[in-house]
């Protein structure tokens, strides 16, 4: 039981290039989550997926999208990376009886 | 988002003594969790909260749901070295959790 998985671990990206994290869970968890933590900001909502086929925008979604692909799998892409997109990226997920979210080991990705 | 406001910032443990934070809010939560982040790790959970007044414990870890529904406390008895790390509390409504910017326990020297 892995609980939440992402990979990559580590990211170095150009300003300008593209790539998609990707996210998996296996506790049969309903809703995902996509976060970024800064330094000193805790952690910040950028999408999420209350349900399978549904997704919706957090507190900081621009130059970002996402996918639901199925129940396990919630990917986010970004299209042109910014130099503030430089964070660690952290996914989520939570099961229907209980209001707590399990999260992954996180992505650090750095964009010059 | 919503903003909680956690408090206090840092502090310095020394093993042995019983530490305490708390976190506020301008917003009424269903629901108060607290997790603690060791570096490189992804957050962890300690301790969910579900009803107003509710009081809770998890080893030495004691977390309280204010009766107002917009703040929490987490106490820490008998800090061992190993309770450094970054505690942030968070808040559930609508599917969403919003955090505090965490606090940052770090053994006195």
């Known amino acids: 039981n892995a609980g939440v998985t992402q990979t990559p671990k580590f990211q170095v990206l150009k300003t300008g290039q593209s790539m998609t994290l990707q996210c998996a869970q296996d506790?049969?968890?309903?809703?995902m989550y996509w976060y970024r933590q800064d330094p000193g900001m805790g952690l910040r909502l950028i999408y999420y997926?209350?349900?399978?086929?549904?997704?919706d925008k957090g507190e900081v979604p621009n130059g970002y999208n996402v996918s639901r692909l199925n129940k396990r799998e919630f990917s986010l892409r970004l299209e042109s990376a910014a130099p503030s997109q430089t964070s660690v990226y952290f996914c989520?997920?939570?099961?229907?009886?209980?209001?707590?979210?399990?999260f992954g080991p996180g992505t650090r990705l750095t964009v010059t | 988002g919503q903003q909680l406001n956690q408090s206090p910032q840092s502090m310095f443990i020394q093993e042995g003594e019983d530490v305490s934070m708390n976190c506020t809010s301008s917003s009424i939560f269903n629901t108060w969790l607290w997790y603690k982040q060791d570096p490189g790790e992804g957050p962890v959970l300690l301790i969910a909260l579900y009803k107003a007044g509710e009081l809770t414990s998890n080893g030495r870890l004691t977390a309280q749901f204010g009766i107002t529904r917009k703040d929490s406390f987490l106490n820490i008895s008998a800090s061992i070295p190993s309770d450094v790390g970054i505690y942030f509390c968070a808040g559930h409504n609508d599917y969403k959790l919003s955090f505090g910017a965490g606090t940052t326990v770090t053994v006195r020297a």
């Open positions: 997926s209350a349900s399978e086929g549904t997704t």
């Open positions: 989520a997920s939570m099961g229907l009886t209980a209001y707590e979210q399990y």
């Open positions: 506790m049969n968890h309903n809703s």
